[in-house]
């Protein structure tokens, strides 16, 4: 089997200007294979007690060119509207094309839930989710024209709840159902829309780890670059799913899907004939994978036309 490669395809990477960092990882494996990649990180310390570095797109980008691969740094922040499109417009200058977009940028504060703030969920919200709406938003209608695109939404395996990262995992959560909406949405216009969880040593790790042997432990068996083979391969063209969620961490690959139980259906259900059943909730004799298309949810709405709005 020959080798794939992205050559002529453009890519862009968000978050990726951190050291040790998922997005630098990505960034750098996409240069290698031939993409032409924008490496976007604001460079600053974001609001994560304990980052004692500054990320710098301009300092991977460099290094991407002198390994001798295409890049060229960007610094919007995917926070506000103009400057998520802005990141955009950066590719479209410089390569004329917009057809691999990675939203690896994100924000995180490990805290118990009484003791987060509003502005602190906010901004989970603002960059884990709303970055990745916005940037999409931006290069959609460039993927729609082209009939082509690669959107992959770098999600958390926090969506399926843990102590400490309620707007974490809630930020990610959203951005799990957002990817599923998208695809259905891609999917006749050439666009394909995948979310990963990743596991890897990262300067979130760094900041966001109180135990030193978690740590050490973490960067000795999940390095990043084990994680960006997976990202490539939803990047690149013979990419054969959309709409998935798909796990990556220290070498190994799984998928991650919503399912259901078999249960059990009462036209005259009663709130006793719900304790007696329970079980069969719970438990029922085999799962059913959900999809993420329009049927699961119910046919026959009439798309959104905003100049019906009232």
Known sequence: ??????????AI????????????????????????????????AVETPGYADVASAEAVASEIRALGG????DTHSVAEDESAAAIIQTALDAF?????????AAFSITTPFDVLTPRDFERHIQVNLMGPVRTCRAAWPHMRAKGYGRIIN??????????GVSAYGASKGGLFSFTRCLASEGEDLGIKVNAMNPGAFTRLVMATQREGSLIYDTMKKLPAELVSPVVAYLAHEDCPVTGECIDASGGAVYRTYLARTEGFC????????????????????????????????GSGAKPYDPATRP
Do not use: F
């Open 13 to 44: 990477v968000t978050g990726a200007g951190g050291a040790p960092s998922m997005g630098r990882a990505h960034a750098m494996l996409l240069a290698r294979l031939g993409a032409n990649v924008v490496v976007n990180d604001i460079g600053a």
């Open 96 to 104: 004329g094309a917009v057809d691999i977009l990675v939203n690896n």
């Open 154 to 163: 770098i999600a958390s395996g926090a969506i399926a709840g843990a102590a």
């Open 266 to 297: 009462d036209p005259e259900l009663t709130i006793d004939k719900v304790a007696v059943r329970w079980d069969e909730v719970m438990a029922g004799a085999a799962p059913s994978i959900i999809g993420y298309g329009a049927n699961e949810i």
């Open 1 to 10: 089997m020959a080798g794939l490669r992205l050559d002529g395809r453009t």
């Open 70 to 73: 295409v890049a060229v740094a």
